[in-house]
C-alpha cells in the first residue's frame, strides 16, 4: 500500500541526520579543554624526559598525545607567566615589571581586559579556576582600621584587617571565570585559605607556617597546606562530572602548588620515590594529573576533551637540584639555569596536549611556542580567531595547526621574548637568543648584582642554540648585526604593545627594568 507521508519521513529523517551530524561537528569545533599548572616543574623532571622519579600519569599524555620540547614560560617566575597564560600577553606590558606578587597584593588581570576564559565564555563555555591564583585579589578590610586577634598564640604576619566575610573584588569572578576555588597566592604566602567563587570559605583567625620557607600568618583553623592538591584533584573532579552532564562545553584551569615549596606531599606519597621529598612531591603531582585522567574517562568525554599539562617556570633551587642530579635526576634537563633565570633553565618547561580526537599519539614538536599562546590557539581551534579584539592577547599566536599536524616547518611565532625576575630580558629568533644582561637575571651564578660590577663579563649574552644548547659560548662580540638586529626588534615589541599582527596598543607604563649599562650601550632602549 502507498504511503502518503513516506516522502515527508524520508525528508524528515535527511534532516534529522544533518542536525545529527552538525551537533557532532560543533562538538568537535568546541572541545572541553583543561589546562593543568605545575609550579617550579623542570624540563626534565617527567620520568619520560629522564626524570627518576615515576609519572605515569604524564607519560600517558605523552604517549597519547603530543610533546613540545621548545614550549616556553614567559617569565622564570609565577605571577608573571600566569598572567601571560590568561591574558596572551607579555607581563612586563602590565604594571608588574619585575618579581612576583604576594597573598595581599592587588588584582593584576583588569576588568576590562578580555582573557581565555572570558573569550571562551562569550563562544558558550562554562568555565572554571581550581588551584593557586596568585594574580593578585581585592581584599576587602574591617572598618576603622579594626584587626582581629588569633584566637590563640600570636599574631604574626599581615591580613589579621582582613575581613573575611565578604567577597573579594577582581578574582576570577571578575574576569571571566563562573566558578572558582582557589587559594590566593603560594603556599608560602599568608593568607593561608580556600576563597570558593570570590569568597573565603572561613575566617583566618590561627596563625600557621608550613615548612620552609616558613613565612607565618593568618590561616583557617582547617587549612593545612599537605591537603591542598588532594582538595584540588578532589574540587576537579567534581567540576568535570558536573559539566558533563551540562550542555555546555567547559574550560578547567587547574594551576597546582606542586612542587612549588614548601615541599610537603602527603601522608600517601612520603617515601614513594628514590629522590626524597622532592621526588615524592613530584609523584603526587602526577597522581593530580591521573585524578583528571580518570574522571574524563569515567564520564566518557577524554575523546574531545583537550589536556594541556605544562609548568609556570622551572625548578626551584630549593629542590636542591644539586643533590638530584647526585641520583641521576636533572631537573632543568641539561638546560642552563634555574627558576628566576634567563637562561632556559628558568623558562623552558615542559609541554604535554592530549587530544585523541585530533592530535595523533605519541607525536612531538621542536615548534617554538609560549604559554600566551593559549588565547589564540583556542580562537583558532573554534574558527573564532578574527574576532579576538584588537586590544586583547597582543603576544599570542595559534599552535593549533602544528596539533593537527598541518603545520610542521613553518615556525609558528616570529621570535619569543623571554624574561626573568629582576626584570632582564632575552628575545629568541630561530636558534638565536640575545640576553640584555652579563648573568643569569635571576638566582644561579653569576647574579645580577655580581654579573653587572664584574666589567670582564660581556655586557650581552648572545648563543646560538642549535650549537650550544647549554649556553656556554657567547657569540655576542662576533655577531655586531645580528645583535643590533634582534635589539631593533625587542625595541619595536616593546614600543608597539604587540608582537602579533594589528594596531599599536599600550603598555601599562614602559619596562624600565634595563641596567643603566645597557642603556648607555643601547640607548635605543630607552623610554
Not at 648572545?462 to 655577531?479: G, H, I, R
Request: hydrophobic share 35%; net charge positive; with cysteine.
Amino acid at each position: 500500500m502507498y504511503d502518503q507521508f513516506m516522502p515527508y519521513r524520508f525528508l524528515y529523517n535527511i534532516i534529522l541526520a544533518g542536525l545529527v551530524q552538525l551537533t557532532i561537528a560543533s562538538a568537535a569545533d568546541h572541545p572541553n579543554v583543561i589546562y593543568i599548572l605545575a609550579d617550579d616543574l623542570g624540563y626534565g623532571d617527567l620520568s619520560h624526559a629522564g626524570g627518576k622519579a615515576p609519572t605515569p600519569h604524564c607519560d600517558r599524555l605523552a604517549r597519547e598525545g603530543m610533546r613540545f620540547t621548545d614550549s616556553h614560560t614567559t617569565s622564570g617566575v609565577c605571577t608573571p607567566t600566569r598572567y601571560g597564560i590568561l591574558t596572551g600577553r607579555y607581563n612586563w606590558r602590565s604594571t608588574l615589571k619585575k618579581s612576583v606578587l604576594w597573598g595581599m597584593s592587588e588584582p593584576l588581570i583588569k576588568k576590562e581586559r578580555l582573557t581565555v576564559p572570558g573569550f571562551l565564555r562569550k563562544n558558550g563555555y562554562h568555565t572554571a579556576v581550581v588551584g593557586k591564583w596568585h594574580l593578585g585579589l581585592g581584599w576587602k578590610m574591617l572598618p576603622d582600621g579594626e584587626k582581629r586577634k588569633p584566637k590563640s598564640g600570636p599574631a604574626k604576619g599581615d591580613g589579621w584587617q582582613i575581613d573575611y566575610a565578604k567577597k573579594v573584588d577582581g578574582g576570577p569572578l571578575a574576569i571571566g571565570f563562573d566558578e572558582s576555588f582557589i587559594i590566593p597566592a603560594s603556599l608560602d604566602m599568608f593568607p593561608y585559605l580556600y576563597l570558593k567563587n570570590d569568597k573565603p570559605t572561613g575566617w583566618a583567625n590561627t596563625t600557621k607556617a608550613f615548612l620552609q620557607p616558613n613565612r607565618p600568618g593568618p590561616a583557617t583553623e582547617d587549612f593545612e597546606a599537605i591537603n591542598c592538591l588532594i582538595d584540588f584533584a578532589r574540587e576537579s573532579r567534581a567540576f568535570i562530572a558536573s559539566s558533563a552532564k551540562g550542555d555546555k562545553p567547559f574550560f578547567l584551569y587547574l594551576p597546582l602548588t606542586s612542587p612549588h615549596t614548601p615541599i610537603i606531599p602527603s601522608k600517601k606519597w612520603q617515601g614513594k620515590s628514590s629522590l626524597g621529598p622532592y621526588g615524592d612531591f613530584l609523584m603526587e603531582t602526577d597522581w593530580v594529573v591521573g585524578e583528571v585522567l580518570a574522571e574524563l574517562d569515567k564520564q566518557e568525554i577524554a575523546d574531545n576533551t583537550v589536556v594541556i599539562f605544562t609548568a609556570d617556570n622551572g625548578c626551584s633551587p630549593m629542590a636542591k637540584i644539586p643533590e638530584l642530579a647526585k641520583k641521576g635526576h636533572k631537573a632543568n634537563g641539561d638546560w642552563r639555569g634555574n627558576k628566576a633565570d634567563i637562561y632556559e633553565g628558568g623558562h623552558r618547561t615542559p609541554f604535554l596536549v592530549r587530544w585523541p580526537s585530533k592530535v595523533k599519539g605519541g607525536s612531538t614538536s621542536s615548534q617554538t611556542i609560549c604559554t600566551t599562546d593559549l588565547f589564540a590557539t583556542m580562537a583558532d581551534i573554534l574558527g573564532r580567531k578574527n574576532t579576538i579584539p584588537e586590544n586583547a592577547a597582543e603576544d599570542s599566536f595559534s599552535f593549533f595547526e602544528v596539533l593537527t599536524g598541518k603545520q610542521t616547518d613553518k615556525p609558528t611565532r616570529p621570535f619569543t621574548i623571554h624574561h626573568s625576575i629582576n626584570g632582564s630580558f632575552a628575545i629568541r629568533k630561530g636558534p638565536w637568543k640575545l640576553a640584555l644582561c652579563p648573568g643569569s637575571g635571576g638566582w644561579s651564578a653569576p647574579k645580577p648584582a655580581a654579573a653587572f660590577k664584574n666589567k670582564k663579563l660581556p655586557l650581552l649574552q648572545l648563543y646560538n642554540l642549535t650549537d650550544d644548547p647549554s649556553e656556554q659560548v657567547n657569540l655576542f662580540e662576533k655577531k655586531p648585526e645580528l645583535v643590533n638586529e634582534l635589539i631593533d626588534q625587542l625595541k619595536v615589541a616593546i614600543r608597539n604593545g604587540r608582537t602579533n599582527p594589528g594596531p599599536k596598543q599600550s603598555n601599562e607604563g614602559y619596562p624600565n627594568t634595563f641596567h643603566k649599562r645597557l642603556l648607555s650601550a643601547f640607548p635605543t632602549l630607552k623610554e
